[in-house]
């Protein structure tokens, strides 16, 4: 039965409960055989707050009249929408906060299916977390990548080169009048980062998971495809409900993989991991740091962008998007996995062909960009439950490295002590910083591109090895390690590195280990003391800090995660 006569508000008589409801519906104009429809909830995400969602108006009025068009009705209704560099501290502390307003909306509203519209970069996860526990029919659209800047001459990226050129900034090889010309052509149009950050990784992740329509992921913010995309989109989740096509029938264990297998091909964003750990959670798949290292050894890294390689959003889309990555992919992929159109992978590919034109974008498997390792997961007495690395982003020459460990217990101590001429650090140290893992900051922020001493920049370095409990932005680079498991502020490894001690990387062996006996690091145990200062004393971050779990197990509520998973994992 249709949702709208079904699920109605709790007044003690359901028949009072529809009369009512019919009384306020008129409002909107229909006619009581109207509800009859498939009624479309469309999760508008618009925030003029959350730059890269300011567009959305236009997306939603196509996703409209598509709904219209398949003869269903379209209710917009809005959910939380982060920002990445307008919300504090860290958009990552509320992403299950969005999840959850979407999950409930979802469940508590008259609604058959559902359009989820997403972009910057904790949406697209958090939405696909909540559908997978509504479990209505879903599909889901991003409002796309910017265009790319430019600065004389030279082609910039959101943000991998708001890094480089503040990093450059503090060396002192660039003024402050540069940084500022530079500064108003990093972001130069609507839409999310146009790298392959996380904003760009969760959307190829979506395609290749089957929840958005081909060819999606890649169309920019402003070309006029993406406003047809909404159009089909619009029509599709119309067909979605009458199939009963839900998120638990298209994201499958095959499905998982094969978002895993597509985050290794193009060099996506470390902060995927966490993200489909989470919405694997939520289907009771389990989702271990193995699976994505044996995936990552075996997958072809084949997408030629940044930050790992050289193009941008606007040149894969022209290349053929996540659609030909999958398609050259396809002895890779569990391409029989059922998807938003209604069909397989296989049958949604069998027209898609790859330009020779742009095959310096998209390389073939057998001529790959790397043969894999587009991510590493490293384990040892440092990172018990794992920690992983982007080895495509690091030097080369450091990705096995034994140095002195210079200690932050904070990004606050960090701050206070980075540029600071008489830190005691050398290129060969390893930086370490501490308590800014879920618990600890809270909300494991993006701080693990640590910033290079000052007095180090000058000397003309670019990169060491950097290591913490956070994570990087998938617009980031160099020889991180994140994501240490578990973290400082609970007890982990990491909280007992002390200045000066040995501290051993190896990528190729997948190994982190502190160079100290173990009735050394037993000792330190015994001694140490769960920080304060981080705890919160009441509200949404206090609930956070009491059930958030892990970064191995990806940042989830444990009152969330399915509790199949509980038992599998």
């Known amino acids: 039965m249709n949702k709208m006569r079904k699920q109605v508000a709790s007044y003690g008589d359901e028949g009072f409960s529809h009369f009512l409801r019919k009384a306020f519906a008129r409002h909107m104009g229909h006619e009581a055989s109207d509800w009859e429809k498939p009624v479309i909830g469309i999760c508008n995400t618009q925030s003029e707050v959350n730059r890269c969602h300011t567009h959305f108006d236009r997306i939603v009025d196509s996703i409209k009249r598509g709904v219209l068009m398949s003869g269903g009705i379209p209710l917009e209704f809005p959910t939380i929408s982060l920002g990445e560099s307008f919300t504090s501290p860290t958009t ?15 469940r508590a509203q008259p609604l058959d299916g559902v359009v989820l519209i997403g972009g910057c970069d904790k949406m697209t996860p958090a939405q696909l977390m909540g559908a997978a526990s509504a479990d209505i029919p879903a599909i889901m659209i991003t409002g796309g990548p910017m265009e790319n800047g430019e600065y004389e001459g030279r082609t910039l990226g959101a943000c991998s080169d708001c890094r480089h050129f503040w990093q450059e900034y503090r060396s002192g090889t660039i003024n402050e009048e540069e940084l500022e010309e530079i500064n108003q052509s990093l972001a130069p149009t609507a839409g999310h980062c146009m790298v392959m950050g996380s904003a760009s990784t969760m959307a190829v992740a979506s395609e290749a998971l089957g929840m958005m329509l081909p060819g999606g992921a890649a169309i920019p913010a402003t070309d006029n495809r993406k406003l047809a995309e909404a159009q089909a989109v619009g029509k599709q989740i119309v067909s979605l409900v009458e199939q009963d096509l839900t998120p638990s029938k298209i994201m499958t264990e095959k499905a998982i993989e094969n978002a895993v297998k597509m985050l290794m091909a193009v060099g996506g964003s470390t902060n995927a991991v966490v993200h489909l750990i989470a919405i694997a959670g939520r289907l009771g798949i389990p989702l271990s740091l193995e699976t ?54 296989s049958e949604n590919l069998k027209e898609v062909n790859i330009s020779p034109v742009y095959r310096h974008i998209i390389r073939p498997v057998d001529d790959p ?28 020459e450091l990705l096995k490295h034994e140095g002195r460990a210079v200690v932050f217990e904070s990004t606050e101590d960090m701050q206070a002590k980075i540029n600071d001429p008489d830190l005691d650090v050398t290129a060969e140290d390893v930086l370490v910083l501490k308590n800014t893992g879920p618990v600890g900051a809270p909300g494991m922020p993006e701080a693990g591109m640590l910033p290079l001493p000052k007095k180090l920049l000058e000397q003309g370095v670019r990169d060491m090895v950097r290591i913490s409990d956070c994570r990087m932005s998938g617009t980031a680079f160099g020889t991180v390690v994140l994501h240490v498991a578990p973290e400082a502020a609970i007890g982990g490894p990491l909280a007992l590195v002390q200045n000066g001690d ?23 145990k015994k001694s140490w003391k769960e920080p304060t200062q981080t705890k919160a004393a009441r509200g949404y971050t206090k609930l956070y800090q009491e ?23």
């Open 92 to 106: 990552m502390l509320y992403r299950n906060l969005a999840a959850m307003d979407t999950e409930e909306m979802v």
């Open 292 to 345: 994505f290292d044996e995936i990552g050894k075996e997958t072809p890294f084949i997408a030629n962008l940044r930050p790992a390689g050289e193009y941008q959003m606007q040149e894969f889309y022209r290349a053929g998007g996540a659609k030909a990555v999958m398609k050259e992919l396809a002895d890779y992929f569990h391409v029989n996995e059922i998807t938003v159109t209604g069909a397989t992978h």
């Open 369 to 396: 960009l790397h043969a894999g390792e587009g991510l590493a997961v490293l384990k040892g007495n440092l990172a018990p439950d794992g920690a992983v690395i982007k080895p495509k982003a690091a030097s080369e």
């Open 502 to 524: 040995g501290i051993s990387l190896d990528v190729n062996e997948r190994k982190l280990e502190l160079l100290i006996s173990e009735e050394e690091l037993n000792d330190r």
């Open 547 to 569: 059930h958030v779990l892990q970064a191995d197990k990806g940042c989830d509520f444990d009152f969330l995660v399915d509790q199949a998973t509980n038992k599998k994992s």
